[in-house]
């Protein structure tokens, strides 16, 4: 192996894979961002990360799969997908993170319904700005058309399990290909600087962000009818919908005001870790394949934790880490976790998880 490269349109995710495969193959690997025109990305200071805007990426797709040996793609979007098709000589391993496919009309997908609720269609000065910062607009369907192909062509394919076996059962995805099982996030570097010996407050987390997708509102609405004593409710609000967050903020003030307490400012990685670690329930109410830095966090600080998401879930449980259903929160008491329950996610997050678990999925997934 000579060169890894990794193209994304944002860096915040990609540069812990970076982190994780030069653990894999040192000095071997350099982050590709493609961005706009306008806004400019703000520039790492890393030496491995190269910046190009979405013009001169399509021009230079052939003249960079040709100087790399291996191209890691960080999602499946419209350039990466082109990059993709353009470029079937080279091995290449796509990454999907849940949005491509629940928000592809063409796929028969269960979270599609719920994107679809919150879909805005693009006005005139959206699709001007798309036009001059991405260059051609293209038709949604052309790119979920072209989505499809893709799949239909890759050989091996990141992703959640349960979302790749619905891929191959519904034959968006051949038999054969290969399903590689990687995480973003090591369980070492999302734990990085907290004390665990600090055990769990008795707050709950209600969610991840201010997406309307989140759900929060029908949490709060259950959570009304409980007697929830001097417990607050931690509402991340720091992104989102402008107008969800202002419901969520609104609902939460009006119905639980002792309790509610929305987060809208962004926070150090830290102090956002240590509020996580006064939450002994989590409660990740949304559908779609989001929040799950924050759950894995979660459960490693200790808390018990409730997953709407099926693939998340599905993957949890298939590891054997103890995790419900939202729904569960309302029929049980309300009870932190024991101490040796705790013991028993950590251990199995280290083991499918952990630096050297990741460090020895990429191996094997190159070695192919």
Request: net charge positive; proline share 3%.
């Amino acid at each position: 192996m000579k060169k890894i490269i990794h193209i994304s349109n944002t860096l915040d995710f990609t540069i812990n894979a970076y982190r994780t495969y030069e653990k894999a193959y040192p000095g071997l690997n350099k982050i590709l961002i493609i961005h706009p025109f306008w806004p400019r990305p703000r520039k790492n200071t890393l030496e491995n990360v190269e910046y190009m805007n979405a013009h001169i990426f399509h021009l230079k797709l052939n003249e960079i799969a040709k100087k790399n040996d291996l191209v890691v793609l960080h999602s499946m979007n419209y350039w990466n997908t082109l990059f993709f098709l353009k470029n079937t000589n080279i091995k290449v391993i796509p990454i999907l993170f849940g949005f491509e496919v629940a928000m592809n009309k063409l796929i028969k997908s269960e979270f599609y319904q719920e994107y679809e609720k919150h879909i805005v269609r693009d006005s005139f000065v959206k699709r001007a700005y798309k036009f001059l910062n991405w260059g051609f607009y293209h038709s949604q369907k052309l790119i979920n058309l072209n989505f499809i192909k893709f799949l239909g062509q890759t050989k091996i394919l990141g992703t959640y399990e349960n979302e790749f076996d619905f891929l191959v059962k519904n034959k968006y995805v051949k038999k054969n290909t290969q399903f590689f099982n990687f995480q973003y996030f090591p369980v070492e570097q999302m734990i990085e600087g907290i004390d665990l010996s600090i055990e769990v407050g008795e707050n709950i987390l209600i969610g991840h962000s201010g997406d309307p997708t989140s759900n929060q509102i029908e949490t709060l609405k259950e959570l009304k009818a409980l007697d929830l004593g001097v417990r607050k409710l931690i509402t991340p609000l720091s992104y989102g919908s402008k107008s969800h967050i202002a419901k969520v903020k609104s609902y939460g003030e009006k119905n639980l005001p002792t309790n509610f307490k929305p987060i809208q400012d962004l926070m150090p990685l830290k102090e956002y870790n240590e509020l996580l670690q006064s939450c002994g329930y989590v409660i990740m109410n949304q559908k779609t394949t989001t929040g799950y830095g924050n759950i894995l966090t979660a459960l490693f600080l200790g808390s018990r934790v409730f997953v709407n998401c099926e693939s998340i879930y599905d993957d949890l449980k298939n590891w054997g880490v103890i995790v419900y259903k939202p729904e569960d929160f309302f029929s049980m008491k309300i009870e932190k976790l024991n101490s040796k329950e705790i013991e028993h996610n950590r251990n199995i997050l280290i083991e499918y998880i952990g630096e050297e678990a990741l460090k020895k999925k990429i191996k094997k997934i190159i070695a192919l």
